[in-house]
């Protein structure tokens, strides 16, 4: 694999949008020519738990776990200080939980992660969600983060350029990007993977344009190849 190929498939998460661990582990190991990250999202967590975690990770993937925590401040420290335990290499909470809760949230991901051996895993904040039209929120939420101290936030691509001024050291993690002429579904802020990619994105999520494509290797392989073209241009 060529120093640009790397490139791109480090920067590339697979959205493991689907009901069984069956399904994701069949998705993940003929994908993984392209994909660096799995994110086990909330459909495939609840059907079967942290052994999806653990599967990934098997498979040699560093992990994103979509949770999308978002309670109170001592219950989202619980619950992030198990993700850690589980060896995730990202997790994501709601902003909209406000400063407290996302503090909590930080501790209790590196401390899990710590205590089980883990390199330090990345806490992340939702801004505002890639369905929703209105990102006027987008501003304060990103404060919040800051005053947290997470390690980077969810945004869509739109938003990306202004955080990495702000904070050039932060993940920026984007998902919704459809490629040009694609169903939107129901994603209101999206750009296409180029597009993020250019803009830095550190992780793309590709997730239905993908698994649900007919051939989801051809599907991914198009993608690789039109973020590489982006990211080589001069």
């Given amino acids: 694999m060529s120093e640009l190929e790397s490139l791109v498939r480090d920067r590339l998460a697979l959205g493991l949008d689907v009901p069984s661990l069956d399904e994701a582990t069949r998705l993940a190991s003929t994908l993984s020519p392209w994909f660096r990250v799995a994110k086990v999202g909330l459909e495939l967590y609840v059907a079967e738990g942290p052994a999806a ?7 040699g993937y560093d992990v994103f776990a979509d949770l999308k925590l978002h309670d109170i401040p001592t219950t989202v420290e619980r619950a992030a200080r198990a993700a850690g335990r589980l060896g995730v290499r ?34 992340l904040a939702v801004t505002v969600l890639t369905s929703d039209p209105d990102a006027s929120a987008f501003e304060g939420r990103l404060a919040i983060a800051e005053a947290a101290g997470c390690d ?31 169903d939107h579904h129901d994603q209101a802020r999206t750009a296409t993977p180029a597009e993020a990619a250019a803009r830095g994105a550190t992780l793309l999520v590709l997730a239905r344009v993908v698994t649900r494509a007919a051939d989801p290797a051809a599907a991914a392989d198009a993608i690789f190849q039109e973020i590489a073209g982006a990211l080589s241009a001069p």
């Fill in 53 to 59: 975690v653990s599967a990934m990770i098997e498979q």
């Fill in 90 to 123: 990202y997790l994501n909470m709601h902003a909209a939980g406000g400063a407290d809760m996302l503090r909590a949230g930080v501790a209790g991901l590196k401390e899990g992660a710590r205590d089980a051996g883990h390199p330090e895993p990345a806490a």
């Fill in 152 to 182: 980077g936030v969810v945004c869509s691509a739109l938003e990306v350029a202004d955080v990495s001024a702000r904070h050039p050291e932060w993940v920026t993690i984007v998902p919704g990007t459809r490629p040009a002429g694609a």
